[in-house]
């Protein structure tokens, strides 16, 4: 019997125990067992090209990468369409981020990582809040993860045969649980048709919007968990950096205010007519405020009150952390669509999103009123 034959049994038999764990709601061990169908697959492959050219040489290997078309194949198994083992196998290779395959329950699929990776690339034109976050990737569900309480500790003293203090120990523990967040994207039937398209990137193009929209009202969230400071006029945010944060969370701060308030800052002068903000010298579109960048987020997401603007002044990588289950799930329904010659196709992406150190950040409602 072939080697390919044989690594192909034990690869069958590697996914109907990923699948059975799967029911059996054992995420964590089937999660566990994907690199080793990975590595099968791979052994696979590597069989098949040997006993291509042990047959004579003149045999291409089964799976070639010019001539496998990952979009094609992507495409054809979301709409339910036969692919042979070697297309399937080829797929499989090329892996999925962060997640065992998709949620069997609900249909879904998950996007290769190379073409995610694309999808992700096309946010770096959207203001995403996320980005100024602690970003930890997670591969389950729900989880703990140990965090420093106060960044004002030192470091222990390791003396010979004495045991550590437990108040020592300055940790504690945040819980978090990713939560589904989607949307129904309508595709016309023509553009499915076609094999060749670039299913993902269009889906891509209007998820990321909405995701960006969704993520950054959940940051926002939780930035007005914080109790609101009113200033009288931008002194109090010079104040906050200077004097309110901790130099060593001042000195990365950002300022995050929305589209109303940055128009006047943004307006206003010294007494010499020079500007009160800067431009950026790495980005000649960001505008900076005693060197820190300003966010602007729009007027719909960050309202204003009365006349008060909504500002706030801080580190976003130490104040809240952001829990990303990484993975884009797509799953297809052309029953709903019927009627306007469209299918219907589902997009899912997985995070939880924490505040960590409240001290990080402040809150200020700064007066506009002349």
């Known amino acids: 019997m072939k080697k390919s034959v044989e690594l192909r049994k034990d690869a069958e038999a590697m996914r109907n125990k990923i699948k059975n764990l799967k029911l059996e709601n054992k995420i964590e061990e089937a999660h566990g067992l994907l690199q080793s169908l990975k590595d099968i697959e791979n052994k696979i492959r590597e069989a098949e090209l040997e006993e291509s050219l042990d047959a004579g040489g003149n045999k291409k290997p089964l799976v070639n990468k ?4 990952i979009n094609r194949i992507y495409n054809r198994v979301l709409l339910g369409k036969s692919v042979s083992e070697e297309e399937m196998a080829f797929l499989n290779a090329a892996g999925t981020p962060g997640q065992v395959e998709a949620t069997d329950g609900k249909g879904g699929y998950l996007v290769p990582t190379e073409q995610f990776t694309q999808i992700k690339e096309l946010r770096r034109t959207l203001v995403s809040l996320k980005t100024l976050c602690n970003i930890v990737p997670v591969t389950s569900f729900k989880g703990t993860m140990p965090i420093e309480k106060d960044g004002t500790g030192e470091l222990i003293a390791f003396e010979e045969l004495n045991e550590i203090d437990q108040s020592d120990v300055d940790f504690a523990q945040v819980a978090y649980n990713t939560a589904d967040y989607g949307d129904i994207i309508p595709i016309s039937n023509t553009l499915l048709a076609d094999e060749k398209a670039n299913l993902i990137s269009y ?3 209007r998820f990321n919007k909405k995701a960006v929209n969704t993520e950054n009202k959940k940051i ?6 914080l109790s609101p400071t009113p200033v009288p006029n ?6 906050a950096l200077n004097k309110t944060l901790d130099p060593a969370i001042s000195q990365n701060a950002v300022i995050i205010t929305n589209q109303t308030y ?14 009160l903000l800067t431009v950026s010298l790495q980005d000649e579109t960001k505008k900076l405020l005693k060197g820190r960048q300003i966010i602007v987020l729009s007027d719909v997401l ?9 500002v706030f002044v801080g580190d976003m990588v130490e104040f809240a952390t952001f829990f990303d289950r990484e993975g884009l799930e797509l799953a297809v329904s052309s029953e709903a669509g019927f009627t ?3 299918t219907l196709i589902r997009a899912i992406e997985r995070f939880d999103v924490k505040k960590v150190d409240g001290k990080a950040m402040v809150y200020l409602e700064v007066e506009t009123a002349a």
Do not use: H, S
């Not at 010019?66 to 078309?69: A, F, R, T, Y």
């Not at 931008?234 to 104040?239: L, Q, R, S």
């Not at 940055?262 to 500007?275: A, T």
């Open 66 to 69: 010019k001539e496998m078309n």
């Open 203 to 205: 889906i891509g193009k």
């Open 220 to 225: 926002i969230d939780l930035l007005k968990t």
């Open 234 to 239: 931008y002194k109090g945010i010079i104040t």
């Open 262 to 275: 940055f128009d006047i800052l943004d307006q206003m002068e010294d007494k010499q007519g020079r500007p």
């Open 302 to 310: 960050l309202p204003m009150k009365a006349t008060k603007a909504p």
């Open 340 to 342: 306007k010659n469209a």
